[in-house]
């Protein structure tokens, strides 16, 4: 060990000369730190949820808020002006009452506007191998700040 240490440097944790490169250097960065982009004034920042049946209603209701809250949902730091919540078969009661629970909570300042659909799903038969389509209902949301949900 002391003829490594003559060196000026000790053995690193695998067996490699150290020669300090762990120190703390001194005097100012090598470049100094970068700002944030400004916010675009692009289009409105739009979410989608997809609502389950699984999924706890409060805690959905609860990240529904977050996102339509002040400062939440946009990774530029703006609000979400748009919400679209999708429920498909067995969720679409629970997607239903979602986006009134969140219009009761924003005491009418949500507007909202449903559009309903089928989705055909391959289902696959046992003995035959041959597959068999099958329609299930869905449902979508959109969740609005301003008037025209358009």
Same mark, same amino acid.
């Given at each position: ?5 003559? =060196?000026?440097? %000790?053995? +690193? ?6 020669? +300090? ?18 916010? %675009?004034? +692009? *289009?409105?920042?739009? &979410? ?18 977050? =996102?339509?809250?002040? $400062? !939440?949902?946009?990774?530029? $730091? ?6 679209? =919540?999708? !429920? =498909? !078969?067995? &969720? ?13 909570? &924003? ?7 449903? %559009? ?11 003995? +035959? ?18 008037? *025209?949900?358009?």
């Amino acid at each position: 060990m002391g003829f490594y240490r003559s =060196l000026g440097g %000790s053995m +690193g944790p695998y067996g490699a000369l150290d020669r +300090g490169y762990g120190r703390r250097r001194r005097g100012p960065a090598p470049h100094p730190p970068s700002l944030p982009p400004p916010p %675009s004034s +692009g *289009p409105a920042p739009i &979410a989608d949820v997809f609502v389950t049946s699984r999924t706890d209603f409060r805690a959905q209701l609860r990240r529904c808020q977050r =996102l339509l809250g002040a $400062g !939440g949902g946009s990774a530029m $730091g703006r609000p979400t002006t748009e919400l679209r =919540l999708h !429920g =498909l !078969g067995l &969720a679409v009661p629970r997607t239903i009452n979602l986006a009134l629970q969140l219009q009761a909570a &924003a005491h009418g300042a949500l507007w909202l506007h449903a %559009s309903t659909s089928s989705v055909e799903e391959e289902e696959e038969e046992e003995e +035959g191998g041959a597959h068999r389509g099958r329609h299930n209902s869905a449902i979508h949301i959109r969740v609005c700040r301003e008037a *025209p949900c358009a």
